[in-house]
T-cell receptor, first 111, second 115 residues
């Protein structure tokens, strides 16, 4: 699976949009970009995933560049409960799943 | 729909003992994966089971083993516990057939402390 690079930490003001970047320059054509988040010592929570088109759900939006080498997760109106470690993962859509987690980005939402 | 459940949530063992952790996947999910999370190594993949067969395996010693039952519930066993096995053990389930909609969902984890 391709490797991802994320900033180790970011701050965001409550109520503002949080934009979390991820680089995945070695992504291959059949690999998806997945985003999970983990609030301290809980299990990772699935947020969103995409292949090449931008995606939106009730939690967030995912913007993938045209060359697919980077993506941005957008939390439109961050709240204090969004403070967590956010993981960007690139993985195959094949049936055998093995998610390779990096260090992620610690997002702190400030009041 | 109920989420992934793991039991027990907390466990304290001593070196040399063995431990069994349990995971019940989301109803209808046939794939169960196990991960270990430690402060030093982060989240690492242990193995994946699908239809009672181990389909994928990470780079862990043979002391770590697992199995899956016909109802898709899974157990993970660690024998001859070492201090370094202290970790949060996470289970994730998915449909198991691949494709865009086949996403892994994680349970709350079992916190194992080895003394």
């Amino acid at each position: 699976d391709a490797k991802t690079t994320q900033p180790p930490s970011m701050d965001c003001a409550e109520g503002r949009a949080a934009n979390l970047p991820c680089n995945h320059s070695t992504i291959s054509g059949n690999e998806y970009v997945y985003w999970y988040r983990q609030i301290h010592s809980q299990g990772p929570q699935y947020i969103i995933h995409g292949l090449k088109n931008n995606e939106t759900n009730e939690m967030a939006s995912l913007i993938i560049t045209e060359d697919r080498k980077s993506s941005t997760l957008i939390l439109p109106h961050a709240t204090l409960r969004d403070t967590a470690v956010y993981y960007c993962i690139v993985g195959s859509s094949g049936s055998a799943r093995q998610l390779t987690f990096g260090s992620g980005t610690q997002l702190t939402v400030l009041p | 729909k109920a989420g992934v459940t793991q039991t027990p949530r907390y466990l304290i063992k001593t070196r040399g003992q063995q431990v069994t952790l349990s995971c019940s996947p989301i109803s209808g999910h046939r794939s169960v994966s196990w991960y270990q999370q430690t402060p030093g190594q982060g989240l690492q993949f242990l193995f994946e089971y699908f239809s009672e067969t181990q389909r994928n395996k990470g780079n862990f010693p043979g002391r770590f083993s697992g199995r899956q039952f016909s109802n898709s519930r899974s157990e993970m066993n660690v024998s001859t516990l070492e201090l370094g096995d202290s970790a949060l053990y996470l289970c994730a389930s998915s449909l198991g057939f691949g494709g865009a909609a086949d996403t892994q969902y994680f349970g709350p984890g079992t916190r194992l402390t080895v003394l």
